[in-house]
């Protein structure tokens, strides 16, 4: 088994030369690869981040937020149909109220006796 570390923990964009004593200094310690984070199309500076990984003897792998473009065109598909009201309003018929553990909550109004 190899052991990696994902370098969204230093930045979202670690393909420049600035990393590469993070890299050495994970290679030092003990690490086989890391998982660099592709968020963009320049493909320039992923070939060239290719090379010195591969001087400093670390494998790579990817990481990539397909799924949570694929929620936000979700949630996008969501809002449009709607559901943004509904996400701005309280059930009918609700209030809110303090519970004993001091969080907020909707529980459902009882109907309040008339004043005569």
Known sequence: MKLGMNMLLWSTDVS???FDPVFELLKDAGFDGVEVPI???EVEKYADLRVRLDRIGLDRAQVALVIALLAAA??????AGGAWQ???RPPPRARPT????DRWTWRPCASSPSRG
């Open 86 to 88: 509904a996400l701005r």
């Open 16 to 18: 420049g030369a600035e």
């Open 98 to 101: 303090r519970s004993r553990c």
């Open 39 to 41: 968020f963009d199309r």
């Open 74 to 79: 979700a949630f996008a598909l969501a809002l």
